[in-house]
């Protein structure tokens, strides 16, 4: 049965939206095509793997991961039901997704801000202060993760001090990993105006010795920010996966995105990290903090942010023509 036709355009500007979604160092290791029969295929891009940092390639998988859920996102917005054939052709890895369309009955304004918070949503790398009525807070994105593939565990307070010695392990078993910072400062160097992480969204040595779960990132001249919140208080989040097949890697990812927009929405700052889950030595720290005979695959500190500051600037983007190709439709 052939796809249902959705204009271009609406196609166009929902990727668009989505391809705000988060990456590793904002690396966008996706590629998509609108197909002659009119649905949208997704691929990982392996020109834009991290080989350094993410030696599997299991990063970037997340990434798409991410982006694809934003999608859905988008297009509901838009008032279409995106649905979703994960790896549509065994023989071909790097082909993630198809996707063809349904329409919706009724937009509701719940999908409007879910799109909406698409935009809201920052990487904060600065300190947090506690969220309200946290067990709510936890309850809340919890239930944001459903399905068989990927759980969602909170890192107890108690146990925070051997999670930021985990997080100290991974940065010590790299000090002398030349590719993995040299990797790393190109991504952060700023010559890129479409991609890596700006400056912008750095810390300063004070700031980053306040936050004492992150990957230690250049340092920046910023001035000291959110003085008054002292040391980071976030809670942390840990996204598992039950086995390690690529399929459920990228379900982590449309996770990973569906928490962080539910925390957008409940006005929730957040900060992903990853750099604990690319050695196993500090991976193996995790699993038993949570006692789960699981991978972990991603952290999210989450917490709260000063109402009234102003959101730090959007990271770049590429072109949406450089990650989206249309091709002819048969006349």
Avoid at 164 to 171: F, I, K, V, W
Avoid at 200 to 228: G, I, K, M, Y
Avoid at 297 to 316: K, N
Wanted: proline letters at 6%.
């Amino acid at each position: 049965m052939p796809a249902i036709m959705v204009d271009t355009e609406v196609i166009r500007s929902a990727l668009q939206l989505a391809c705000r979604a988060p990456s590793l160092h904002n690396s966008q290791p996706w590629r998509w095509v609108l197909d002659e029969d009119g649905a949208v295929q997704l691929f990982l891009d392996k020109n834009r793997v991290l080989y350094s940092t993410d030696r599997s390639g299991r990063e970037a998988l997340i990434s798409c991961g991410a982006v694809l859920d934003h999608f859905r996102v988008a297009m509901a917005a838009a008032g279409w039901t995106a649905n979703v054939d994960l790896f549509p052709n065994p023989n071909n890895l790097v082909h993630l997704a198809s996707i063809d369309f349904t329409p919706m009955e009724f937009v509701t304004d719940g999908h409007r801000r879910r799109a909406d918070a698409i935009l809201l949503r920052r990487t904060d790398r600065l300190p947090f202060a506690e969220p309200q009525d946290r067990e709510s807070v936890e309850s809340l994105l919890s239930r944001t993760v459903t399905g068989d593939a990927v759980r969602l565990d909170v890192i107890p307070d108690e146990l925070r001090a051997e999670l930021a010695e985990a997080s100290q392990l991974t940065e010590s078993l790299r000090l002398y990993d030349t590719s993995y910072h040299a990797e790393l400062s190109w991504w952060t160097g700023g010559y890129e105006t479409e991609e890596g992480v700006p400056g912008s969204s750095l810390l300063s040595a004070s700031e980053s010795d306040r936050v004492d779960v992150e990957r230690n990132f250049p340092v920046t001249r910023n001035e000291d920010r959110r003085p008054s919140y002292g040391q980071d208080h976030s809670r942390i989040l840990v996204l598992s996966t039950y086995d390690t097949e690529r399929a459920s890697v990228l379900q982590c990812g449309e996770a990973l995105s569906a928490v962080l927009l539910d925390a957008t929405m409940a006005g929730l700052a957040t900060c992903t990290l990853t750099h604990i889950t690319e050695l196993g030595a500090s991976r193996e720290i995790v699993s038993t903090l949570i006692d789960q005979p699981t991978t972990p695959q991603a952290l999210i500190r989450v917490g709260l942010a000063p109402p009234l500051e102003d959101l730090p600037p959007a990271t770049p983007r590429r072109p949406i023509d450089d990650v989206f190709e249309v091709r002819p439709r048969d006349q």
